[in-house]
């Protein structure tokens, strides 16, 4: 009886091991890259890392990003699709062994079933059995590469959510920053505006200045005290949208006022365009992906071939209980195949579903890799572009600040008309506005450029293993 099984087990091993498996062997995609950037102007290899923001200098920042990555949420979403994949490779990893059971069974009766004479019948066994669908033609380990290659997909896609939740979250402070400045500089001008309306409004009243003139410092008064709520209820917006990126309720952010943000010390160097497949995590998690589905179409070819499977049951069994275990034991071996004939082509349609499925994602993959290189191209432009029209932007507030003292001066001494001073404040006004805007889409340039290199975020050796 030993003997049988340990034939049983060593034919399963044997058929295990000289299977073969049916299905199109996965090959990476090939792309035409570009052999440069067309905007890049830094030499050297990428080595943008997570924690360049450092450079800034600004801890209130790091400690936001710290914040952000222990508790926002889609970034424990992505966590847990991890630990879920991993138990899904561990379940379909089972189905390549051998699956063993136990049963026991107790009948009476007061007739034979086997003869179907009228007398007690009694029969108890328990036992051990075991089932083991053979994988010839690869099935279970093109479900096993399947589920593999879903389980290092949702670790590049954890990579890129981390990635992209500190690029958001970098980006809604420099926006903060930016509206606390558009609120500093309504206000300042709110003050000196209802200062000068002040004044205006006595040299009227004393006939000294003409009603249009107090009637003009009205409005611009009105127009500055108009920005100040608007640029605090962005203030406000951003405030909460920066507070669900770190995975707590909309509320203020403790932070410096006035910041002042420098990044010209800071050059990234872009490398290769080759080099950006590597680096960007959604790339490789469109490449698993594919790898995945490549796998799925092994799976639907072997369900058109038969299936082996073998079983083998050692038990004991008895007429009477007490007597269970005085028999000796007993077993059953067997073998069996089964396997489709006609079923209307239903199984050549899975077949041809799982390649177009495939192909879809081959093309979801090169369509990755196009955004890829799209999103450096334009965060180089923006980078470059940005710097220059910054630095017009800052020459045009000097200019702006002097002739709006200027025409003061010159209006207190009755050289010119208050429709002069009038225009210099609004131009200086605007040019203060439009220099933070600027300075806050320089920095975000850098994130972008950040983001889409990467992060410089290097493939972990156990992701690429096989």
């Known amino acids: 009886m030993k003997t049988r099984l340990i034939y049983f087990i060593f034919a399963g091993l044997l058929l295990n091991l000289s299977s073969c498996m049916v299905g199109p062997k996965f090959s990476a995609p090939e792309t035409d890259n570009p052999e440069v950037f067309a905007n890049d102007n830094i030499e050297g290899d990428s080595t943008v890392s997570l924690e360049w923001f450092e450079v800034l200098g600004d801890s209130i920042l790091i400690n936001l990003i710290d914040?952000?990555?222990?508790?926002?949420?889609?970034?424990?979403?992505a966590a847990s699709r991890i630990e879920q994949s991993r138990a899904y490779l561990g379940f379909t990893k089972a189905d390549m062994y051998p699956s063993f059971g136990y049963t026991f069974e107790s009948q009476g009766a007061n007739f034979n079933p086997n003869t179907g004479a009228k007398s007690d019948f009694n029969m108890h066994m328990g036992g051990a059995s075991v089932n083991w669908e053979i994988d010839f033609w690869g099935k279970f380990r093109r479900s096993n590469q399947a589920a593999r290659a879903d389980l290092v997909a949702d670790e590049f896609a954890k990579e890129w959510i981390k990635l992209t939740l500190i690029s958001d979250v970098v980006e809604a402070y420099f926006q903060l920053l930016d509206y606390d400045r558009r609120v500093e500089i309504s206000q300042r001008t709110l003050d000196s505006r209802t200062e000068s309306l002040e004044i205006i409004g006595k040299k009227f009243y004393r006939g000294v200045s003409p009603e249009l003139d107090y009637n003009q410092s009205q409005i611009q008064q009105a127009m500055a005290a108009q920005a100040v709520p608007l640029y605090k209820r962005q203030v406000a917006i951003t405030e909460n949208r920066l507070s669900i990126l770190l995975g707590q309720n909309p509320g203020p952010i403790i932070r410096e006022r006035n910041t002042n943000l420098t990044i010209d010390s800071v050059n990234i160097p872009v490398g290769l365009p080759s080099e950006l497949l590597l680096r960007r995590a959604d790339v490789q998690e469109a490449m698993q992906q594919l790898k995945a589905q490549n796998a799925r179409i092994g799976v639907a070819q072997a369900m058109r071939f038969p299936s082996i499977s073998l079983t083998g049951v050692l038990g004991i069994v008895s007429n009477d209980l007490s007597t269970l275990f005085d028999n000796g034991g007993i077993y059953q071996v067997s073998g069996g195949l089964l396997g489709p004939i006609f079923q209307f082509g239903?199984?050549?349609?899975?077949?041809?579903?799982?390649?177009?499925?495939?192909?879809?994602?081959?093309?979801?993959?090169?369509q990755t890799v196009l955004v890829a290189f799209q999103e450096v191209e334009n965060a180089l432009i923006s980078v470059n572009t940005l710097k220059e029209e910054y630095k017009a932007i800052t020459d045009q507030v000097e200019a702006a600040k002097s002739a709006a003292n200027l025409s003061n001066k010159r209006y207190d001494g009755g050289v010119t008309s208050f429709l002069e001073v009038l225009d210099s404040e609004r131009s200086y006004f605007n040019s203060e506005i439009t220099a933070s805007e600027v300075s806050m889409q320089r920095l975000s340039a850098y994130v972008l450029l950040y983001k889409s290199l990467g992060g410089g975020w290097k493939i972990p050796e156990e992701l690429i293993e096989e």
Do not use: C, D, G, H
């Open 67 to 77: 914040s952000a990555l222990s508790n926002n949420k889609n970034l424990l979403m």
């Open 346 to 366: 239903k199984n050549k349609r899975r077949v041809e579903m799982e390649r177009e499925k495939t192909n879809q994602l081959r093309l979801q993959y090169e």
